[in-house]
């Protein structure tokens, strides 16, 4: 099993930042790609990004330029840079990672085998 805990979730206002961490331990080889998504209430978990095996990265429009994702693989740990923050973007954000290989399907929350807890990030106006 692999177990994922994310960090790096809070209170800020508009045009700011924030960095989102999330470690990964347990039986880690193989995880193939890592993600975030986030979901609102009443509403679908919705992808953000991922990063795959090697390395390449996927975004959704929504954040694309505002949002970067890496991985150290060293640490089992991947991590999302937001910036330029809206209102919109307040969400509870949930890592995820996959034992898959896979591509033009990365946004797919059912392409993931785990899941973190969740991290909420609220952008104030």
């Known amino acids: 099993q692999v177990q994922l805990v994310e960090s790096g979730g809070g209170l800020v206002q508009a045009g700011g930042s924030l960095r989102l961490s999330c470690a990964a331990s347990?039986?880690?080889?193989?995880?193939?790609?890592m993600g975030w998504f986030r979901q609102t209430p009443g509403k679908e978990r919705e992808f953000v990004a991922t990063?795959?095996?090697?390395?390449?990265?996927y975004y959704a429009d929504s954040v694309r330029g505002r949002v970067t994702i890496s991985r150290d693989n060293a640490k089992n740990t991947v991590y999302l840079q937001m910036s330029s923050l809206k209102p919109e973007d307040t969400a509870v954000y949930y890592c995820a990672a996959s034992r898959r290989f896979f591509s033009g399907n990365y946004y797919r929350a059912d392409m993931y085998d785990y899941w973190g807890q969740g991290t909420q990030v609220t952008v104030s106006s």
């Open positions: 990063i795959n095996w090697s390395g390449a990265t």
């Open positions: 347990g039986r880690t080889f193989p995880i193939t790609s």
